[in-house]
């Protein structure tokens, strides 16, 4: 196939993908957020070298169940036989997360893991984040519908170093829970140690 069928076959695809997704998130606000995440990070994966459209693709899928009531995320996931932690049972808007990658494998055939992975670590991320995991997580942390203080830098870091902006923006998290008295979820206090963990030994 010439090269600009390809690329015009690529966007149409692309196309198809973003009805779909605005119709199943149902809210222009939520959607325009998706937008952000998507482009951004395809952005930062054309910047560190891994594949734009997987991370696209992450993007364009990662709040799928984001508008979904307590309820409505308890339910789907018992439904499905998902296991679900003491803090999940706690806060059950972080299981969007989760549930969003398995809307993903359902309604929208996705069949690569590290999509799906980046997709279901993109709120309380992890210890062991790969690179798309890293790029998905900051892409939604930073795109440019959010609006506080520190964005433009975090996101200006994100270019030059991605563990650098990841310590940063879980850092940045971190304070904000903590200033209003609130839990911060085992596996993103486990995600900054290791970064950490990893910088210092990298400095030593
Ligand atoms: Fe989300
Ligand atoms: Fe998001």
């Known amino acids: ?34 937008l952000g995440v998507a482009r951004l990070a395809a952005r930062l994966a054309r910047r560190h070298d891994e594949d734009p459209a997987r991370a696209r693709l992450a993007g364009m899928l990662h709040d799928l169940a984001r508008l979904y009531s307590s309820e409505r995320l308890l339910a789907e ?9 003491a803090f999940e049972a706690r806060h059950p808007i972080v299981l969007h997360a989760r549930l969003g990658a398995e809307l993903a494998r359902e309604r929208f055939g996705v069949i690569d893991d590290g999509v799906l992975q980046a997709i279901a670590r993109h709120t309380v991320a992890a210890p062991d984040m790969t690179r798309l995991d890293t790029i998905v997580y ?45 839990e911060a979820a085992p596996q993103t206090l486990a995600a900054l140690s290791t970064l950490e963990l990893r910088r210092s030994r990298r400095s030593a």
């Open 1 to 34: 196939m010439p090269r600009s069928n390809a690329i015009g076959s690529e966007h149409a695809r692309f196309v198809t993908l973003a009805r779909a997704v605005r119709e199943a998130i149902g809210q222009d606000h939520r959607y325009a957020h998706t």
């Open 138 to 182: 900051l892409a939604d942390a930073l795109e440019p519908g959010r609006t506080y203080a520190e964005r433009e830098t975090f996101e200006a870091l994100a270019f030059v170093d991605l563990d650098a902006a990841m310590v940063a923006v879980l850092r940045s998290s971190l304070d904000y829970l903590a200033k209003r008295d609130l």
């Open 77 to 85: 996931c018992a439904a499905r036989a998902m296991a679900i932690d």
